[in-house]
Structure formats: C-alpha cells, structure tokens
C-alpha cells in the first residue's frame, strides 16, 4: 500500500519516514509499500480508499480537518478518526460525508496483531463498515 502523510512541515514527512525506516531496520514489520509526504491535503488524498486523520484529541480540530478533507478526497473514500478518548459522533457533527464515517483503532502492537476495531456513527452506511 502506499501511504500519503499530509503535513504541513516539511519536517513531519522527513520525521514519519524516518520512523518507518527505524521500524524497518529493526524488524518491525512495516509492508513492503511506500510513504509518500505531501504539504497539501488535496495531494495526500488524491485517489486513496481510505483516510486517517491522527491529530491533536481535540473535537474542533477533528472536526475542521474532516470539514476539509471530505471536500478533497475521492467521493468513495471513508473516512477514518483514530480518536480513542472523543466521541466519534461529535467529531463527524455536521458533515456531508457522515455516511462513511468512522472510528478506527488498530489492536497493538499493529505489526503482530492484525485487528482493527470499527466505530461507526449512526449515519456510517453498513457499506462503509464493509469495504
């Protein structure tokens, strides 16, 4: 898979790679894809399936981030918080894409347990939960 790291500091893209690199070096199961960075959001987005968000746990800049981001990515992408302490249904107030909406926690350690739990909205589509 590839993987877009939408940053608006340079340094942030240069540090994610870093990090999967270190991961890598130690026997850290990664994948064998690539991480591509990008300062604009319409870049990272563009043609993926599925986007998560990993900002500051804060409802507004959740909120304001998926405000923006279903205005650029693909119309069949869902959309993913990876919030574990907000309210997903807060987060996703007042979007047009609610539909496919969700929360998403992977089961750690990620690269030995592949689990990710779901959360969906009352709006989330079963669909959405499936694809």
């Known amino acids: 898979h590839v993987v877009a790291v939408a940053e ?6 240069a540090a ?4 999967v690199a270190f991961l890598k070096d ?3 199961g990664c994948g064998t894809g690539k991480i591509d960075g990008a300062e604009e ?9 599925f986007v998560f968000e990993a900002v ?3 409802v507004g800049i959740k909120n304001t ?18 919030t574990s302490s907000l309210s997903p249904t ?7 894409t609610a539909d496919r909406f969700c929360a998403a926690h992977f089961i750690g350690p990620a690269h ?20």
């Open 26 to 28: 130690n026997g850290v």
């Open 16 to 19: 994610t790679a870093e990090l």
């Open 41 to 49: 959001l319409e870049k990272a987005v563009a043609g993926v399936d």
């Open 90 to 96: 807060a987060i996703a107030e007042g979007l047009e």
């Open 112 to 131: 030995l347990v592949p689990l990710v739990e779901l959360c969906p909205v009352a709006a989330t589509k079963p669909e959405s939960i499936k694809k």
């Open 8 to 13: 608006a500091v340079t340094a942030g893209v």
């Open 65 to 82: 981030l998926f405000k923006q981001i279903e205005k650029v990515a693909p119309r069949g992408a869902i959309l993913c918080t990876n």
């Open 56 to 58: 500051f746990e804060d």
